[in-house]
């Protein structure tokens, strides 16, 4: 596919709308939780409340993942019985709802008020997932559908750096005007919505499971029957703990092993998410229009070889004062530095691209969204399961380059794992390097 034809179909109403829609719900959910738990840090949000500051944001972090668990299953059923395009605007509009609310936890300065509204924010993100994902097969052909990954991926993790990057600038100002900052978003999103076009339901008569461990266990049963299912959950779920490890430890990781203070760490974050981006762009225009499991492999062996050299770099320093971001650019390793963050960030894009494709072409139309919404609740699990190893690693070691020295070294396990499950992994990957 060309430059030319790539710009058409992404500019075309049967994707631009949908990328647009994400965009702005993944800034928005940014946008307010991170200005939320900075006004909570530094500005005393919430300081006569019920918890003090740092449970409060445990608590928020918790809140925000806890949708997936409770809500994917239900999810997957709307997305199912549903018009797609039809759900996602009825989303949105919840989204007004909730921002809404939001503003005037903002304006009388309620932590437990933003709160519940940050878990509401988590259900309605929790109700898109499955729907744009599995949406995407049906606005797009088979030669497109990589592409259209690799952009939604890319736009994605663009749009929470800048959601995070404008949520730390503002939340200093008066807490009123973040408030209509956010619901203004929403309606952003919600007009975009209104130009995704309609998708008949896959399956109107589908029943809908009340009881959420009901649905959530049998959802689960179902979709790792399916062994392509399976490894591509397994895959892509392991991308979000790589992620997850990486992005929560940095703001440490930039102050002991980089001296940097919190400018160093946008730079960072910045360079992260870029990487994640240009990866997931280039691995579409290296697949030529077709799905090539052996570059999950490629990702993987460079995450680990970028990831080690990340520790090589850093591991003998330590720092007691931070600096900021001229003095961090004038020393030796910088720049080194700077490159391993990207090729991080890049190769994580290689890994994951082909596994959200796979994901999508292995299951049905019918069962699509259910094994978006599978894979949701198994991110879910990685993710936390992240938080709790990275806890007890960092309780036992003190060690965060030991951290991420664990985390390159589990690349290697995890792609044999997968080879294991479905060895065109490999194959694909030699008749890729023979061509």
Aim: charged share 10%; aromatic share 12%.
């Amino acid at each position: 596919m060309s430059l030319k034809d790539n710009l058409n179909f992404s500019t075309s109403r049967r994707f631009a709308p949908l990328f647009g829609t994400q965009f702005l719900g993944a800034f928005n959910d940014n946008l307010f939780k991170t200005a939320l738990f900075v006004m909570i840090s530094f500005y005393g949000l919430g300081q006569n409340d019920f918890l003090p500051a740092s449970q409060m944001l445990n608590l928020g972090a918790l809140l925000f993942i806890l949708p997936y668990f409770l809500f994917s299953a239900i999810s997957g059923q709307l997305s199912t019985k549903f018009d797609k395009a039809k759900l996602a605007r009825a989303v949105k509009l919840l989204e007004i709802v909730v921002m809404a609310a939001a503003a005037f936890g903002f304006y009388i300065q309620s932590a437990p008020l933003l709160l519940f509204c940050l878990f509401c924010m988590g259900a309605q993100s929790t109700l898109f997932g499955p729907l744009k994902y599995a949406i995407l097969p049906d606005y797009l052909n088979d030669k497109e559908l990589i592409m259209g990954n690799s952009l939604i991926e890319s736009g994605t993790f663009l749009a929470i750096l800048f959601g995070q990057i404008l949520g730390t600038a503002v939340a200093g100002i008066p807490p009123h005007i973040v408030g209509i900052m956010v619901v203004a978003v929403a309606a952003a999103g919600t007009v975009t919505s209104l130009f995704m076009p309609s998708v008949p339901a896959k399956d109107p008569a589908a029943r809908l499971e009340p009881n959420i461990a009901k649905g959530t266990w049998v959802l689960l049963k179902e979709t790792f029957a399916q062994r392509e299912l399976y490894a591509a959950i397994i895959g892509i779920s392991w991308f979000w703990f790589v992620g997850s490890v990486y992005t929560t430890q940095l703001p440490t990781f930039t102050q002991i092993h980089l001296g940097g203070n919190d400018n160093v760490f946008n730079l960072m974050l910045a360079l992260f998410s870029v990487g994640i981006a240009a990866g997931s762009v280039l691995c579409a225009k290296v697949s030529h229009q077709r799905l090539h499991l052996g570059l999950v492999a490629v990702g993987a062996l460079g995450l680990t070889a970028s990831g080690l050299l990340l520790v090589w770099l850093t591991h003998g320093q330590r720092f007691t004062e931070l600096q900021g971001l001229g003095w961090f650019l004038s020393q030796a390793n910088a720049y080194p530095v700077i490159l391993t963050m990207i090729a991080i960030g890049f190769f994580g894009g290689f890994f994951s691209v082909p596994l959200y494709t796979w994901l999508q072409t292995a299951s049905s139309d019918a069962f699509r969204a259910h094994a978006v919404a599978a894979n949701n609740i198994v991110n879910g699990l990685f993710i936390v399961t992240a938080a709790l190893l990275s806890a007890a690693l960092l309780w036992l070691f003190d060690s965060i380059t030991l951290l991420y020295l664990a985390v390159a070294a589990g690349n290697l396990p995890l792609i044999a794992y997968l080879i294991k499950l479905e060895p065109q992994f490999l194959s694909d990957l030699k008749g890729y390097l023979k061509k």
